[in-house]
């Protein structure tokens, strides 16, 4: 029988590193073992109720097609929204998408043709090379280090990284996975080199109120350029702990790109509607929600890093925003101790799921010895689960591993 | 100020022909003039209240993330669904996606690399076009035409449109926008096509049971070939009446692309959460609501058929299935038509908005005197629909317009 044709692209796509260690978190549990998860951002925090009433208080005999932006409502709560922050956008200006993903591909899709390229720091959220992957793209990594807490290098360093195929640069902040909040320095540095070379400023910001120093949330939509340049990702998975609801949006005063988008957006027909009445729900009333999870998150950060904080051999300046953290461990190979945390480790019957970093770096030899940490247990819980995790690194370095 | 890079295929991607009237029915909606829309396939029938109940009792506090490939109660009601076609397929073996939509655009990713072809028989959906941008193939037409009722070709027609860079042939069935049901004939040539040339099928069949022939529903799953040939697209949308809930799926027995398709999926996470819900209810109670969908569907169609019939100078062989029908008009420009029936054109203050036919055609000659109309209308109202495009015909050609 002849092989059917498998697309190369499709072989080259990256499976999900942190899905990848869940049969082995799955085998754990048979054995009887507490397996703490702090390798995934799936927030526990209950979704505000009001925003599922809102979805269930959908009463159309119907459930239709919706507009391909959205529906008008939404994009004037989100309009509203940032005029919180100063940010004067109309909702015209606001396309709704099926999660912050779609909003990431479609902006590939109309800012770059295949074989151009995008520069974005790593560590960086590795579906972005998914995306890049539909797109026909390349990433090219910004590199940034453990010990400079994840801040952007040098200007000249980020410079000889740009080609002619160079579209665009994309930033993440607050980010995911390091936890770093850009200083308004780095952002007048990415704005001189986007205007030096024309590049788009692509900012995943959906993170944006997940700041921990009392710094007030910024977005790229403040910055003094031309405004096409700038092109903002957002979702409300995280901002109303809704992560399967699939609602975000591309904001953006560029009109080539919103017509272009809203092409690839009729293709697609329209994101989910009734979520997108719960979406409506949770911009009006966030003041109810927000601040008290936002508090939430960094009772957890600080109790993770009150015990990290006492071990030096872990090492991690504390993150200030979103709900993740990269720890630089004292060992060679992430993959296998987290591998080895799950199949040969338990503490009292309990043990840590964690994800190994390296799958966040484009570069090939960067972030063995690191991992990702996503602050989603309750503080006592996180706090227990990096204690157990300390452990698990002690043994492991006594059972002779280098 | 120098000009942003804005991407050849975001420019090149067309917009919705559908959506591209809405003005002029905006316009005569405001000069008071009822506009009767039968150019989209937005149901008006109910969705069954259990659906959107089974949706309301989601009661998890948190509305989390669910698994990449669908959640496994859904799956398996997918599959039992199968079974009563007495199909076997696996609840491994269904992906559940954004909608049909997403199942055809991850289709194309696994099956073919950019600049690779699939072929379609024309007039075909024309939203495939914007999968085709998105994936960067090549969409090849095997023409067909009203007189022989959109039915295939000879197979010699269809054999020597096949390249060396064509990987599958895509068929509709019951299809939109012509209603056509191919035989079991034709099923069979496009197997031995498909095995002669070593192509996946890849069959679009949203409107598996819009069947107004008493002929049971047909799957291309039951063709005796190398399973792994076959992929089923699927959707929810109509076969609930459900657009906006954003469930569709792929049913394939084809490992490989399964596997490919997966990390797709889990690039962007997961499917509408909430909806999956309320799509295995409609699964479970199929039979509570389906045959009453399709006898208003069968009556909506009897309706405008006996119009239609009644004038000679409309064609259209009537058709067997979906909600669509494609008719051939006595004029030379039914775009031009259709606009002026919406700012021209009204009877007893009325007047009907139709889709023109000529952008589901990829040849760029073909079905400018074309139209498509859908039955989504009660059968009084459907009758008057086309009393008035009669109506409006008449006095378009009286007016002078060839």
């Not at 990256?14 to 990848?20: L, N, V, W």
């Not at 239709?64 to 922050?85: C, K, M, T, V």
């Not at 956008?89 to 396309?95: N, R, V």
Request: aromatic share 12%; charged share 25%.
């Amino acid at each position: 029988m002849q092989n059917l044709y498998v697309s190369n692209r499709g072989k080259e796509v990256e499976p999900s590193p942190i899905r990848k260690l869940v049969p082995f978190a799955d085998e754990a549990k048979r054995k009887g073992i507490k397996v703490y998860h702090i390798n995934i951002g799936q927030p526990d925090i209950p979704t505000p109720p009001f925003i599922l009433d809102a979805m269930r208080n959908f009463s159309n005999p119907v459930l239709p097609y919706g507009p391909s932006q959205g529906i008008l409502e939404l994009r004037e709560a989100i309009a509203n929204y940032f005029g919180r922050y100063e940010i004067d956008i109309h909702p015209d200006e606001i396309f709704i998408t099926s999660g912050g993903s779609e909003a990431i591909f479609f902006t590939f899709l109309t800012i770059m043709d295949e074989g151009d390229e995008v520069l974005i720091p790593e560590p960086y959220y590795t579906n972005y090379n998914g995306f890049a992957n539909m797109a026909g793209v390349n990433i090219s990594a910004i590199p940034t280090s453990a010990e400079d807490g994840f801040h952007l290098p040098e200007k000249e360093v980020i410079e000889k990284l740009i080609t002619k195929r160079t579209k665009a640069i994309l930033i993440c902040s607050p980010n995911n996975p390091t936890g770093v909040i850009y200083t308004k320095e780095e952002y007048e540095m990415v704005k001189e080199i986007a205007e030096k070379y024309n590049l788009y400023i692509v900012s995943d910001e959906v993170y944006r109120e997940f700041i921990f120093n009392g710094e007030s949330p910024y977005s790229v939509l403040k910055l003094d350029t031309n405004p096409e340049r700038l092109i903002v990702i957002d979702s409300i998975s995280k901002r109303f702990s809704a992560c399967g609801a699939r609602i975000g949006f591309i904001a953006t005063k560029n009109k080539n790109i919103l017509q272009n988008v809203l092409k690839y957006g009729q293709a697609r027909l329209c994101p989910p509607t009734v979520e997108q009445f719960g979406a409506i729900e949770g911009y009006r009333r966030l003041d109810e929600f927000l601040p008290s999870m936002i508090k939430e998150y960094k009772n957890r950060r600080d109790a993770a890093f009150s015990v990290i904080e006492k071990h030096e051999d872990i090492f991690a300046l504390k993150p200030q925003g979103a709900f993740y953290a990269v720890l630089k461990l004292p060992l060679k190979d992430a993959d296998h101790f987290a591998k080895w945390m799950l199949s040969d480790f338990s503490l009292d019957g309990k043990t840590v799921m964690v994800a190994p970093a390296k799958p966040f770096y484009k570069s090939p030899h960067k972030g063995k010895d690191e991992i990702r940490i996503a602050y989603v247990l309750e503080s006592h819980l996180m706090k227990e689960a990096i204690e157990i995790l300390i452990e698990g690194i002690k043994e492991y370095k006594n059972k002779g591993f280098s």
